[in-house]
């Protein structure tokens, strides 16, 4: 690739605010010299999929997914999702499990297998849930609050704008996995990575994180210019609901993951080796070329 406009790279981020205010001056165009992208849309547990497929050039993935990828795929250091007070909930119905204990021999809905929300939610079981649970079922995430809401799943694991509307469903928070994990850790809560393919080469890696953080500082340079792309696909859902999700994940960590940022996804990476959940790491592999 010479990084002309037309040698289109292909990227797959999910519709969700967050991501189209980061990638909209990138994804149309008006981030000087960066290079072209084809865009497709699709929900995190695919883009996983995708990332452990080999598939597409730079991709929006779960932090648990890098175990499995980090040989194909180098972490850019920005455009990613960390943060805090923001992570993942598990929801119930008023009269559905109280705690942790409760949900054993109960179905819980998650977004991905290979999600950090589930990953999170692992580390937290393994706490809080002594006796397991009895069974995990796998949802887009826009259908997990419907499903515990009409009794077809027990409890549901949620993310991103549902912390703000989940009350609308009747719910109730069961618990928090970011709030356990801060008080656990300390650090931020690492949820979702940009991830490009280490064949591109070194220099334009740089040159994709370089867009992604320009792009990122467009976006908060001029909210409005995103407007009309986070609204498109944001699933009908409220402007005012967009613009909370939009402040709560697209903060420093998305311009810089700096020191923090990086220690959040080694701990957490490095616990869920240690419990099994994923395979350890080796030692460079977040190091960005």
């Known amino acids: 690739m010479n990084g002309s ?40 547990d695919v883009t ?22 980090l040989e194909e795929y180098a972490l850019l250091p920005c455009g990613g999702a960390l943060g805090r007070g923001c992570g993942p909930l598990v929801l119930t119905r008023a009269d559905g499990p109280a705690t942790g204990a409760d949900l054993a021999g109960k179905t819980v809905a998650v977004p991905s297998e290979r999600s950090t929300a589930y990953l999170l939610f692992r580390l937290w079981a393994a706490e809080q849930a002594p006796g397991g649970v009895g069974r ?41 996995m970011g709030e356990h994990w801060e008080a656990t850790t300390g650090l931020p809560i690492p949820l979702g990575a940009i991830i490009a393919r280490r064949a591109l080469g070194a220099d334009t890696l740089r040159r994709l994180a370089e867009a992604a953080r320009a792009s990122v500082r467009m976006a908060w340079d001029d909210p409005a210019a995103s407007r009309a792309y986070v609204l498109e696909h944001a699933q009908e859902m409220d402007p005012a609901v967009a613009d909370q999700h939009i402040g709560l994940y697209v903060n420093e960590f998305t311009a810089d993951l700096g ?8 701990a957490l990476l490095t616990r869920a080796a240690a419990e099994g959940l994923v395979p350890p790491l080796a030692p460079d592999a977040l190091a960005f070329p």
């Open 259 to 266: 020191e923090d940022g990086y220690a959040a996804v080694r």
């Open 48 to 69: 996983n999929g995708m990332a452990e497929r080999g598939e597409h050039d730079v991709l929006k993935v779960s932090y648990a997914v890098l175990p499995w990828v």
């Open 5 to 44: 406009r037309g040698e289109a790279l292909r990227i797959a981020y999910s519709p969700c605010p967050n991501d189209t205010f980061v990638f909209d001056a990138w994804a149309h165009g008006r981030v000087p010299g960066a290079p072209a992208l084809d865009v497709r849309f699709a929900d995190i």
């Open 136 to 176: 995990i079922t796998v949802l887009p995430f826009h259908e997990i609050m419907p499903a515990v809401r009409d009794g077809r799943v027990d409890a549901g694991l949620v993310i991103h704008e549902a912390r703000f509307t989940y009350q609308d469903y009747g719910l109730r928070r069961l618990a928090d």
